[in-house]
């Protein structure tokens, strides 16, 4: 099951605008917070791409005795540089924080911090391997997703760009799920099934809602 169609709001220039942004805020915050530093650079510093940095990122987080690290960036990685649309995405997930979200006031703290954006793109990931016929290989990334940040996207699930997932505790997307371009969501939302057994079960949520 195909992913909703991209928006052209984005493009390779605003993602590299974004990367410029969360740079600079990095290389600000690394001198203002020492004990900081070591992990600022690791993190974002010390990679030149937006793409290997959120790699790193994720693949530390989701880190398990099942799948290293190592494993799961050359997985993520290998999704986001087939699918250049999962980049885009991601960018435009972390720009909805920043401007929906009163509390966060750069781009660099959803990308480290709001788990909301983590699961996400890390369903990003799910979802690309799901439609490259990887299904069991996606559904232990939901599991571990699950695990990791309390959050429950199963990966045919269709999401699109812009999305804020507040908080983000317990949320439930389920198989046949539609989420359209800019939604909002709060902590605790479930996207459950009708109750029919097959086909066509799972809530449609539209543009803007």
Known sequence: ???????????????????????KTAQQRAACEPMLASFLHATILNHDRFEDAVSYHLAAKLDSNTLCAMQLREVILHAMDSDPGIGRAVC????????????INCCLVPLLYVKGVHALTSYRVAHWLWNQDRQFLALHLQN??????????????????????DHATSVVVGETAVIEDDVSLLHEVTLGGTGKATGDRHPKVRRGV
């Open 92 to 103: 435009d997930d972390i720009r909805a924080v920043q401007e929906r979200d009163p509390a």
């Open 1 to 23: 099951m195909a992913a909703p169609p991209e928006s052209p709001k984005s493009s390779a220039t605003e993602s590299g605008c974004i990367w410029t942004s969360i740079r």
């Open 144 to 165: 571990r997703i699950s695990e990791v940040f309390a959050v429950d996207i199963h990966p045919a699930a269709r999401i699109g760009r812009g999305i804020l997932m």
